[in-house]
Structure formats: structure tokens, C-alpha cells
């Protein structure tokens, strides 16, 4: 465990096999109905090529090529990119799945069609800049036209709906107390899985938590014109209030 929860927490905590039970994944059946509300919300063509970047497992990358998309998945985690090969060995498809970081893409300059951020993945990095810097990096790697699109954690979910503390277990069982705290000045969702006993922080996390109109302002200074705003992948509208946000656009 890293002493400072801001320096890279996800490089250590993603290698971990307890990043999958304590990270509270969609079952299967939400995350089939994500990929066809991905589907529905971006008019996905067979012929175009999605980037799915800190796709993890492979949760949604992989069922794209299994409904015959053109997708490449992208993580920094090495063992999440192990899971999401079997997964791709499961469903009988051919994996595209790259190791690299949302800030520093390995693509070439308007190679995608598509491009996706999911589940939460945005605003893990230490600073502003950093997690600006991915959403240049979606721009960049965009066609003129091509679509962007991002879910994130709305704020006001998160701020007054979160547990305070919740007893999970590890990958092999072990029992731990997950605990949140929101820092209003850093604007940060700060996480520490502690062990009863002995008393000890076993895993941190720290995420930034963007409100509306500062995702707006990072997209529009990246050159992405905004076309949507969904309180999830049904296309309802966005009140608020609702646990996700999700933020679609076409580079300009």
C-alpha cells in the first residue's frame, strides 16, 4: 500500500484480485444492457473503430466484438487486461486489447470513430491537469466528427447518497471495512479498505469528483462539442441527482 492516496493508487490497487469484488462491477445483465444503450446512444456502425480506454476486465470492449464491432480496448493494469483475454477467450472472439495510459494514448492522431471512458474510470489521477489531459487525449485520437463518451460519478450522488462505512469481503474472503470521506477543498471522494484486526489500511483510493459544468469546460477547451447529457446508458435525461453521469460529443 502506497503512503500518499493521490500518488498512483490505481496501479497498485488494480494489480490486486480484490479490485474485483471490492470495486462493486455491474452483474452481467447491466453490463449487457450498457453495451446496448452504447449501441443506441452513439448509432454504432460495424465499419468504425471504437477505443475503449481503462476498460478494465473487458466488460464492455469485449461483448462490442462479440456483436461484431471493430473495438480495442486499452488499461494500465496488467492483470485487468489478463482478465479481459479470457473473457475474450470465453465468448470465442479475437482480443484487442493494448497495456498503455488514457494520458499518453498509444494511437495515432484521428484513428477512432469512437472513443469510450466507463465506469467511473475518470478522475482517479493526483491532479486537474492530469485528468484533462485524458480528455485531450480522447480528442486527439478522435476523426473530425467522431464521438466521445464518458461516464462518470455525478457529485451530488455521491456526496450525500455513499455509505459512510460498509463491511466487504476480498477475493479469497477476508473481511474489510470500506470507508468514504468527501474533502469539499480538494473535491475529492477519498476511499481506505481497512483490516478490523489488526487495525491497518490494506487498499486506498482517491477520485475527483467533476460537476457538470467543469466536464463542459475540459470538453470544450479539448475541442469536443457536446451532444448529449444522460443520467445513464437508457438516454434518460439528466436531473442531478441520478448515480452516473454520462456526457456525450463529437470532436469538432
Not at 453490463?31 to 448509432?43: S, Y
Not at 495510459?101 to 471512458?117: S, Y
Amino acid at each position: 500500500m502506497t503512503d500518499n492516496p493521490h500518488c498512483e493508487w490505481f496501479s497498485e490497487f488494480f494489480e490486486s484480485p480484490d479490485s474485483i469484488p471490492l470495486s462493486f462491477f455491474p452483474t452481467e445483465r447491466e453490463t449487457e444492457k450498457e453495451v446496448a444503450g452504447l449501441e443506441r446512444l452513439l448509432g454504432l456502425q460495424p465499419e468504425w473503430l471504437i477505443g475503449d480506454s481503462c476498460c478494465g476486465a473487458g466488460r464492455h470492449v469485449v461483448r462490442l466484438r462479440a456483436r461484431g464491432y471493430r473495438a480495442v480496448g486499452l488499461d494500465i493494469s496488467a492483470m485487468m487486461l489478463g482478465l479481459a483475454r479470457q473473457e475474450a477467450g470465453r465468448r470465442r472472439v479475437e482480443a484487442a486489447l493494448v497495456r498503455g495510459d488514457a494520458r499518453r494514448l498509444p494511437f495515432r492522431d484521428g484513428c477512432l470513430d469512437v472513443a469510450l471512458n466507463l465506469f467511473n474510470s475518470f478522475g482517479y489521477c493526483a491532479t486537474d491537469e492530469e485528468n484533462e489531459q485524458v480528455i485531450r487525449e480522447a480528442a486527439r485520437v478522435l476523426k473530425p466528427g467522431g464521438q466521445f463518451l464518458l461516464e462518470t460519478r455525478n457529485p451530488q450522488h455521491q456526496i450525500l447518497f455513499a455509505p459512510v462505512r460498509q463491511e466487504v469481503k476480498t477475493a479469497d474472503g477476508q473481511k474489510l471495512v470500506v470507508g468514504w470521506r468527501y474533502d469539499r477543498e480538494t473535491r475529492r471522494l477519498n476511499s481506505e479498505w481497512r483490516r478490523p484486526r489488526p487495525d491497518r489500511v490494506v487498499y486506498t483510493a482517491s477520485i475527483r469528483l467533476y460537476q457538470i459544468e467543469e466536464l463542459r469546460g475540459m470538453m470544450a477547451r479539448a475541442g469536443l462539442e457536446e451532444t448529449g447529457v444522460y443520467g445513464g446508458y437508457g438516454g434518460e435525461a439528466f436531473d442531478g441527482w441520478e448515480r452516473v453521469l454520462v456526457w456525450r460529443g463529437r470532436k469538432r
